[in-house]
Nanobody, 118 residues
Framework: QVQLVESGGGVVQAGGSLRLSCAASGRTASIYTMAWYRQGPAPGKEREFV??????????GIADSVKGRVTISRDNSKNTVYLQMNDLKAEDTAKYFC?????????WGQGTQVTVSS
């Protein structure tokens, strides 16, 4: 099992920045990739992919909707993944979830709320 704990969310003004963290514990050696998703507040809004990073070589992928404003990084010594978000916009308001993909399982954290005020 892998446990994920997100932190770093909060309320920020438009144009501001936040750095989210996701700390993994448990069977972290089984993780191949870690990713961030978000789910906006609108009813029926689906969870949206934001970014991923591989545990081994640090290959990253960023969603087009946030490209240029978001970077993902990792610190394997701390089993932690970071999501740096800059130039935040109102449409970035969402609950951000960390996801870890293992050999035969996917794990999710409880999420951290990001609210961007205009």
């Amino acid at each position: 099992q892998v446990q994920l704990v997100e932190s770093g969310g909060g309320v920020v003004q438009a144009g501001g920045s936040l750095r989210l963290s996701c700390a993994a514990s448990g069977r972290t050696a089984s993780i191949y990739t870690m990713a961030w998703y978000r789910q906006g507040p609108a009813p029926g809004k689906e969870r949206e992919f934001v970014a991923f990073i591989t545990r081994t070589d640090g290959t990253t992928g960023i969603a087009d909707s946030v490209k240029g404003r978001v970077t993902i990084s990792r610190d394997n010594s701390k089993n932690t993944v970071y999501l740096q978000m800059n130039d935040l916009k109102a449409e970035d308001t969402a609950k951000y979830f960390c996801c870890a993909n293992g050999r035969a399982a996917q794990y999710w954290g409880q999420g951290t709320q990001v609210t961007v005020s205009s």
